[in-house]
């Protein structure tokens, strides 16, 4: 029997009363400007001719469940927001050689290979930057380098900055979650590599699968208990024996980060944005396609 999460179920909608709040760190943040958690909200108030909202805070920041009744004040209800497919889907790379980025070393020889790769990059892959047109991509281009077009059609729609920070946390604790479950393992005491999975069956994941359901929310997606689980599990496996990517500059095993696996799972093949904080050349438009070892060049799509 599928496991139940707290707030989230197939049919994509929350209880009522139920909303997603991003609220601003209290303290600074290396990570994220601020948190989207649920909270229930209890009524609507205007203060100096600005609409807030009465609400209980129902997650903390790491997604695990609260147990407190106290209120405070907030205005940024993401969930009110409508919805955007981002029209224009081409990510421009500009270098002479194509190069991915943001992998992890599944070496061993790192404390923590997860979140030490990355606290706020979206994955492992092609990083770029969403331009509406082939000409404004010349434009950026120094020195005559190479323009690749990427087509991101199939990407994960990035709303706003809250849906990209939401996507920031939900890949940071995963990655910290990992990095305490690959810390305690010695890989060679394992007859079975299946059983890595015990490590996370025998754990409870509920503030990842929050998390990570923050984050599909707002594109009308659901991500279960029991899929998330065996994607990490899968995951733990392909840490351990996948030694297939390597580093040309050092010889080293590489791994594409978690986030990869969970996105590619749900049917997205990288992520794309359009707006000023997330479209940026190693932020939030990134092909998780890296594999093509024959691009076209000026501008020709090479997928």
């Not at 994220?32 to 009524?43: E, S, V």
Request: hydrophobic share 40%; with cysteine.
């Amino acid at each position: 029997m599928s496991r139940q999460i707290s707030f989230f179920n197939e049919s994509l909608k929350l209880d009522t009363n139920i909303e997603l709040i991003y609220l601003e760190n209290a303290e600074s943040s290396p990570d994220t400007m601020g948190i989207t958690q649920l909270a229930k909200i209890h009524k609507s108030l205007i203060i100096n001719k600005k609409k807030f909202y009465e609400i209980s805070l129902l997650t903390d920041t790491n997604g695990d469940v609260l147990d407190s009744s106290a209120k405070i004040l907030a205005n940024n209800v993401v969930s009110f927001k409508i919805h955007k497919t981002i029209k224009n889907r081409k990510l421009y790379y500009l270098e002479d050689e194509i190069i991915g980025t943001i992998f992890a070393d599944n070496t061993l020889e790192n404390k923590n290979p997860l979140e030490s790769t990355s606290r706020s990059a979206l994955g492992s892959g092609i990083y770029g930057v969403n331009l509406p047109t082939l000409f404004e991509a010349k434009k950026l281009s120094v020195d005559n380098r190479n323009i690749y077009e990427i087509d991101l059609d199939k990407a994960f729609d990035i709303q706003d900055k809250e849906h990209g920070e939401s996507i920031t946390t939900a890949s940071l604790l995963t990655n910290r979650f990992l990095d305490r479950i690959i810390s305690n393992i010695n890989i060679n005491d394992l007859d079975d590599m299946l059983e890595l999975k015990d490590f996370i069956k025998n754990d409870n994941i509920e503030n990842l699968v929050i998390l990570w359901n923050i984050v599909f929310y707002r594109n009308k997606r659901y991500l279960s208990y029991d899929k998330l689980e065996n994607i990490l599990c899968d995951y733990l496996i392909e840490f351990f024996t996948n030694h297939e990517l390597i580093d040309k500059n050092n010889n080293k095993s590489l791994i594409a980060l978690p986030i990869n696996y969970i996105m590619k799972e749900m049917g997205y093949i990288g992520l794309i944005a359009d707006d000023i904080y997330n479209n940026g050349w190693n932020r939030g438009c990134v092909s998780y396609i890296f594999d093509k070892s024959d691009p076209l060049i000026q501008g020709n799509s090479f997928y």
